[in-house]
T-cell receptor, first 111, second 115 residues
């Protein structure tokens, strides 16, 4: 089976930096992904880490440590539009490698 | 360049009726996934299909729920004899392959309300 743990809520102010952590347990590991969802809309892909280290995409970065079964999403120079839910996800061997999501972290950015 | 199309966007059913949710994947995508989401909760995996095949349905209730992805036409998630607990947002996603780094493209979801 698999499980993913991430904080349920995070608050921050515009311009700040916020880190959303994710720990996971899976039967087979095929990388950690991050998705963003605004107000119950279509989730959208943000990043993928297959190997240890940091992946940077503009203001967003994602980190993975396979030995610690841990990753995080780092959001810099926060903007109001970053207020959304953020989900970490792993592919699970027992689910035919379908993507399994954590329960999500709701980020609220205030001015 | 249409993305993943789901319809209807909103579906209202009375208890005991059937609900049919449709999903057309992105052009060229042959892998389809269905997820259910309750308010303030995450995306719960239901079923993973490839053209004409169910790859994994471990997340789908054994009774009343079924899914298909025929050779031609959209993928269908069918819920028979709906109950109030079936009320949720149902999201469909598609991908080009099942590679680990393959991203999923999601539709806008179908909000099912059971009266």
């Amino acid at each position: 089976g698999q499980s993913l743990e991430q904080p349920s809520e995070v608050t921050a102010v515009e311009g700040a930096i916020v880190q959303i952590n994710c720990t996971y347990q899976t039967s087979g590991f095929y990388g950690l992904s991050w998705y963003q969802q605004h107000d119950g809309g279509a989730p959208t892909f943000l990043s993928y880490n297959g190997l240890d280290g940091l992946e940077e995409t503009g203001r967003f970065s994602s980190f993975l440590s396979r030995s610690d079964s841990y990753g995080y999403l780092l959001l810099q120079e926060l903007q109001m539009k970053d207020s959304a839910s953020y989900f970490c996800a792993v592919r699970d061997q027992q689910a035919g490698t379908a993507l399994i999501f954590g329960k999500g972290t709701t980020l609220s950015v205030s001015s | 360049n249409a993305g993943v199309m789901q319809n209807p966007r909103h579906l209202v059913r009375r208890r005991g009726q059937e609900a049919r949710l449709r999903c057309s994947p992105m052009k060229g995508h042959s892998h389809v996934y269905w997820y259910r989401q309750l308010p303030e909760e995450g995306l719960k995996f239901m079923v993973y299909l490839q053209k004409e095949n169910i790859i994994d349905e471990s997340g789908m209730p054994k009774e009343r729920f079924s899914a298909e992805f025929p050779k031609e036409g959209p993928s269908i998630l069918r819920i028979q004899q709906v109950v109030r607990g079936d009320s949720a947002a149902y999201f469909c996603a598609s991908s080009l392959s099942r590679a680990a780094n393959e991203k999923l493209f999601f539709g806008s979801g179908t909000q099912l309300s059971v009266l």
